[in-house]
């Protein structure tokens, strides 16, 4: 069975910084790009990141703006987010996902597998 478990969230004060795991299982994802998504409360699942399969390529949604940093490891089956200088509207659950491939993407609809998610509270 294949999961993906995020982990690493947590309560935090603005300018803190966080790094979130994504530990996959029951099939190896060394050849899929990754991604970070995240819900705020009462708003639609968006992009925060991605990274292709080797993790030569990455790409970030604008408002991450040189704060945040997706990272892989491959022996580990193991994608990370550093997220750095927290916001409080960067409150949101962050999600883990896995495409089919290996091309990045920052669009939901492109992944197939996804976490359950990991909730991150940025307070004032």
């Known amino acids: 069975q294949v999961q993906l478990v995020e982990s690493g969230g947590g309560l935090v004060q603005a300018g803190d910084s966080l790094r979130l795991s994504c530990a996959a299982s029951?099939?190896?994802?060394?050849?899929?790009?990754m991604g970070w998504f995240r819900q705020a409360p009462g708003k639609a699942r968006e992009a925060v990141a991605t990274?292709?399969?080797?993790?030569?390529?990455?790409y970030y949604a604008d408002f991450v703006k040189g704060r945040f940093t997706i990272s892989r490891d491959n022996a580990k089956n193991t994608v990370y987010l550093q997220m750095n200088s927290l916001k409080p509207e960067n409150t949101a659950v962050y999600y883990c996902?896995?495409?089919?491939?290996?091309?990045?993407?920052?669009?939901?609809?492109?992944?197939?597998?996804w976490g359950q998610g990991t909730q991150v509270t940025v307070s004032s």
């Open positions: 996902a896995a495409r089919g491939v290996g091309v990045p993407s920052l669009y939901e609809n492109d992944y197939i597998y």
């Open positions: 029951g099939r190896t994802f060394s050849n899929n790009a």
């Open positions: 990274i292709s399969w080797s993790g030569r390529s990455t």
